[in-house]
């Protein structure tokens, strides 16, 4: 009865936790340098804009991510990109949602508002 199976080797005293928090504990920070000495800007971080509709009622939104890495006020742009694209929307969770498939208008306007690595991401 006392027997382990033998893949089952867990400490008691080590515990496994994870965090939904963006502010929490990243073991990567130190790997990853300081952005100054990479000679990265605020407007050199990768943004991804991608298409999904799971979750929305089959309505399709656009969504712009990466932009909680930039020193730059995301709810002034997910103003500015609602506008350009006639659009509703939101800021939610460190994402832009945009209403609609607008990835090639997104695209352009933050090319155009100077951030340089942008992408469309997905299929």
Known sequence: MGQRKKGNNR????????????????????????????????????IRIRLE???????????????????????????KLKTHCGTGGSDKDGEVIIQGDHRDKILAFLKKEGFKNVKKSGG
Not at 11 to 28: C, H, I, M, Q, R
Not at 53 to 77: A, F, H, M, P, Y
């Open 11 to 46: 400490n008691s005293d080590k515990e496994l936790v994870y965090t939904t928090d963006p502010a929490g504990f990243n073991p990567f920070k130190d790997l990853a340098g300081n952005l100054e000495e990479k000679g990265e800007t605020d407007f050199e971080h990768p």
């Open 53 to 79: 509709k799971k979750g929305r009622g089959g309505k399709v939104v656009s969504l712009v991510q990466g932009l909680e890495s930039c020193n730059c006020d995301r709810t002034e742009i997910a103003k």
